[in-house]
């Protein structure tokens, strides 16, 4: 948290550098404390009864738990689409017009302190994102921070709760979804390895240092993957004890809206990849637009960083909320993967 000059001196003093645990310890602890504070204190901006769009205070989960990556880490108006995002981008099955996508309909629900990145000057650039050929090895890795995650019980996706909309079945959690999103990439060409790792359970404090060093092991075991999807779904209560849903109907299909969130430098830490996450969410956000305009909510930018300072096509997945069915859930990844997977298929080089 020092500047430069102030965190040399204190470096270089014996007698400051040995507080140094101790305070790592005080700060440590008010992040777990954040992390657990209730999600009933979460009280909608607007009219709730308005689905269609981004209607809720941000998250609980995904906003304070991304404080627990610190602990593991030291410190480090509208405009048409132009240049590559002009022209129709099609992949396997899917073929979407970006040029039709205008900069006024990217929201950005900033909660950054000190950035404020215009959304037309960053939907201009390209993220420095490379993607080798399937043939080379995988692209993709899909991976889950807090894999327990769950939706409302519905027909007969019912479950075992590890928790409260938590549970440890793989076939009604965050791999489930993952699994989906897997099966589409896939389907569109690409090589995708899916982690089932728990990281969030038995203990759900820490979680997103273990999740750091499982997607630094997945990257040394495969140099050739450079997007990392950290798949998650949202928490929306109301004080007075209400689940909020984030649905959209799709060709008559009740799908959850998907909500991508990037992580900045704006808390303290080095991340120098941000930008290139931030202008590769703009393109995820405007493919999604060009697939159905009720699809994505606001992109949520982050002073946290969210480990997605590890490549620069790192970005965390939010598919719908606790108060959406796992059906719902599993359309919108569906829906999320096709219109990720035109964005993609742009920065993958020839064999």
């Known amino acids: 948290m020092l500047d430069g000059w102030a ?32 999600e009933s204190d979460l009280v909608p901006e607007t009219d709730p009864a308005d689905q269609s769009g981004d209607t809720s205070a941000p998250e609980t989960e995904t906003a304070s738990a991304s404080a627990e990556a610190e602990e593991a880490e030291e410190q480090e108006s509208e405009t048409g689409a132009e240049s590559e995002a002009e022209a129709e981008t099609e992949t396997e099955g899917i073929t979407l017009d970006l040029s039709q996508v205008k900069t006024s309909q990217i929201k950005v629900d ?18 420095s994102l490379t993607l080798q050929p399937a043939s080379a090895g995988p692209q993709i890795l899909i991976m889950h921070t807090h894999a327990t995650e769950a939706y409302t019980m519905d027909g007969d996706d019912v479950y075992t709760e590890s928790d409260e909309s938590r549970t440890t079945d ?44 499982g997607v630094q092991s997945y990257l040394e075991q495969y140099p050739t993957i450079q997007v990392v999807l950290d798949v998650h779904r949202d928490a929306l209560i109301g004080s007075d004890g209400t689940v909020y849903a984030k649905t959209t109907a799709i060709d008559e299909e009740q799908v959850a809206q998907v909500m991508l969130v990037v992580g900045t430098d704006d808390g303290g830490l080095t991340h120098h990849n941000w930008e290139d996450n ?12 060009a697939l159905d305009d009720t699809l994505p909510r606001d992109i949520d930018l982050r002073s946290q960083r969210f480990n997605q300072h590890l490549t620069a096509g790192s970005l965390l997945v939010e598919v719908g909320t606790s108060g959406n069915t796992l059906q719902e859930a599993l359309a919108g990844a569906r829906l999320f ?6 964005v993609y298929s742009q920065y993958v080089v020839s064999s």
Not at 278 to 289: E, P, R
Not at 337 to 342: E, F, N, V
């Open 110 to 127: 900033n909660h950054t302190e000190g950035l404020n990145p215009s959304v037309a000057d960053y939907w201009e650039k390209e993220p």
């Open 278 to 289: 931030f202008t590769l969410a703009l393109k995820l956000q405007g493919a999604m637009l």
């Open 170 to 213: 793989e076939n009604y959690n965050m791999i489930r979804v993952g699994e989906e999103m897997k099966a589409v990439f896939e389907e569109l060409g690409f090589s995708v390895v899916h982690d089932t790792t728990t990281y969030d359970y038995p203990g759900y404090n820490g979680s997103y240092g273990r999740s750091l060093e």
């Open 7 to 38: 965190a040399l001196v204190v470096d270089q003093s014996p007698v400051l550098t040995q507080g140094k645990e101790a305070v790592s310890a005080s700060l440590t602890q008010q992040e777990e404390t954040a992390d657990e504070r209730s």
């Open 337 to 342: 993967a096709r219109a990720a997977g035109t």
